[in-house]
């Protein structure tokens, strides 16, 4: 099988330039003699949400860990190949810079025992960005939708959320120390209808301001809120291309059969 790439994503030049495109080229993954990811190439337009899609134990995650290197904590790990973030090569970066401009958003909410005012100014004191603090809290509250809930309990301890909110102080944490990327890992796994609805929401309203990486086993929250669609499968990409094409009129049969719910 070929993989099928829309035509309408080009690789990236520099004349193309803008911020918060990544593109890999023959990315290769592996834990010891397993290889997980079997060479990738791809392109993550800037500013648009792209889904990341296919059955579990396909490479999902640990292409979205490669994306800000938190593969190569796990030991073992072997990455080969290019992966440009504006170009450059995140694999000759520096962890923690290339980690401000690639934030991540995991399965499971991980607020930090602080009040909700200092888990989003935690990364902000930690590197002395220059900023009012009021309004990035403010700022970043709103757009991971969750201003108007918390306003008045700023100091009161993250802890106190519900899952949900966890989850969008998360999200609101890492828009703090403005990132042009943002990495979410399956981040409506644990949370109920509404919650996850209220996240997807705030997704949607951050389409061009950020570059958006989702992985999710949900076709209907694919369908909903990305622009792209990346169909993993066996560490391969398999098909990549705008969303309503691969809903509507995917090239590849292994796809159609994934997002009908005949393959898992």
Request: aromatic share 6%; proline share 5%.
């Amino acid at each position: 099988m070929q993989t099928r790439v829309s035509e309408s994503v080009k690789p990236i030049t520099p004349e193309e330039f803008i911020p918060g495109g990544i593109e890999i080229k023959n990315l290769e993954v592996s834990y010891g003699k397993n290889a997980v990811i079997k060479g990738i190439d791809i392109v993550f337009p800037p500013g648009k949400v792209t889904a990341i899609i296919g059955p579990s134990g396909c490479g999902k995650t640990t292409l979205l860990r490669c994306l800000n290197r938190l593969s190569e904590l796990t030991p073992g790990c072997r990455v080969k190949g290019q992966i440009l973030l504006d170009g450059e090569n995140i694999l000759n970066m520096d962890p923690m810079l290339l980690r401000r401009k690639v934030g991540m958003v995991f399965q499971r909410a991980n607020p930090f025992p602080k009040s909700i005012k200092e888990n989003i100014l935690y990364g902000v004191k930690a590197i002395k960005l220059k900023c009012d603090h009021d309004s990035t809290v403010r700022t970043c509250l709103e757009k991971a939708a969750l201003w108007e809930e918390v306003r008045r309990r700023l100091n009161e301890s993250a802890f106190a959320l519900s899952i949900g909110q966890q989850q969008r102080l998360c999200i609101a944490r890492t828009l703090a120390i403005s990132p042009e990327v943002i990495l979410l890992d399956e981040p409506a796994a644990a949370l109920d209808p509404v919650s996850t609805g209220i996240l997807e929401e705030s997704i949607l309203a951050m389409k061009g301001e950020y570059t958006q990486i989702i992985v999710t086993h949900n076709m209907n929250e694919a369908k909903k809120i990305s622009d792209y669609i990346a169909f993993l499968y066996n560490g391969k990409l398999l098909e990549f291309g705008e969303t309503e094409k691969i809903f509507d009129s995917p090239e590849q049969e292994m796809t159609q059969q994934y997002i009908s719910g005949k393959v898992y």
